[in-house]
């Protein structure tokens, strides 16, 4: 199964250009002498680190990133131009290693980290370089090195400020559509989501935060039952997780306390660090409870579950309540980043100052 969060890549520098045997040829001078220039160097393939980006979807479907080669030297001492460049803008905590080996060459850990990917080919000599004063008509010339060519993986914890957490049909999939731009496959049967979704939600101009849909949990998941277990890790970087639940499941058999008590249960047992996270309680579908019902199942619900943390209540499918979330996870997630990272905040323009 493949994930957006990882990609395969071929990364090829540019060759050095070869240097030039030429000889100057002028009117009315019989020894013109060697004048064959240098050739340019190859390109670099850099990669840099950027904070605006949160996966590696693009590099799923762009492969093969190759830069410029070196102009060959010519005559009258002219030298090759040095092959462009390329960058590759990565997120912000990517890992890189070797394709073949496996070895982790670099981590982008800081926004705007530049590192070097492939060294470009050093270019030729022409045989201006050979000329002395015993060889004044020489021909040697040399050729340009090969650039660097690397099979490399990229792999990238998902870096979502704010993962879902919740049983199959909870309506994670309909809350992530309401609030961003992700569209992910929604249906009425269970591992709708297969894989981890993606959404920047705006709540203003400048001013957003990335969620992530994992797939849903169920009962014995840290020990691998089910999808969600293999998704998990994805929620080690996020700041804030809402634990969404079903107030108005379709089978009436179905207890939603005793869901929420075994979702919990699960992150507990799979990572205490992950379970200690900031977690809200948001309680969907409350368009298909009646009205006259909704406090009391709310307070019944919130009392035996033992729950002291933020409530919220919303239809993710009718839109109610969802805008006022949005701001509300917005204003925690930029005062965790301040409070974490204050060096780096001015990196991240999504968290710019709001005054």
């Known amino acids: 199964m493949k994930f957006v969060d990882e990609a395969t890549i071929e990364v090829i520098a540019g060759d050095g250009g070869n240097g030039a045997a030429t000889f100057r040829h002028e009117k009315y001078k019989e020894f013109g002498g060697p004048d064959g220039g240098d050739g340019g160097r190859g390109g670099h ?6 904070s605006n980006l949160n996966t590696l979807i693009d590099y799923r479907y762009t492969r093969r990133h190759e830069a410029e080669r070196g102009e060959n030297g010519m005559g009258n001492d ?15 905590g990517t890992i890189i290693a070797d394709q073949e080996t496996g070895e982790v060459l670099h981590e982008l850990l800081v ?17 201006l370089r050979f000329k002395s004063a015993v060889n ?20 990238l914890k998902v870096l979502a400020d704010v993962g879902l957490l919740g049983m199959p049909n909870a309506g994670k999939s309909t809350f992530i559509t309401a609030v961003s731009n992700a569209r992910p496959k929604i249906a009425d049967y269970p591992f709708t989501t297969l894989h981890p979704n993606l959404g920047v939600v705006r709540v203003a101009p400048e001013q957003s935060f990335v969620v992530a849909d994992i797939p849903g949990l169920i009962e014995g998941a840290s020990e691998g039952a089910g999808l969600g277990h293999q998704f998990l890790r994805h929620l080690q970087r996020t700041r804030l997780l809402l634990h969404i639940v079903d107030l108005a499941p379709f089978d009436e058999g179905v207890d939603p306390v005793q869901q929420a008590q075994a979702i919990v249960a699960e992150l507990k047992k799979y990572d205490t660090e992950l379970y200690n996270k900031p977690r809200w309680l948001v309680l969907n579908k409350m368009d298909m409870v009646p009205e006259a019902e909704r406090a009391a199942r709310v307070k019944d619900f919130v009392k035996r579950f033992k729950w002291k943390g933020p409530v919220f209540e919303i239809s993710a499918l009718a839109h109610q309540g969802t805008d006022l979330l949005a701001k509300a996870i917005y204003q925690h997630v930029r005062a965790e980043k301040v409070a974490a990272q204050p060096e780096q905040a001015e990196y991240d323009p999504r968290f710019a100052d709001d005054a």
């Open 45 to 50: 393939v850099y990669a840099v680190a950027d």
């Open 78 to 92: 002219m030298f090759g131009a040095a092959g462009k460049d390329i960058t590759l803008r990565l997120p912000v």
């Open 111 to 127: 926004p705007g980290e530049r590192i070097v990917l492939a060294k470009g080919g050093d270019g030729g000599f022409g045989n």
């Open 136 to 155: 004044r008509a020489p021909r040697q010339k040399t050729a340009g090195r090969l650039g660097e060519r690397l099979s490399l993986k990229l792999e």
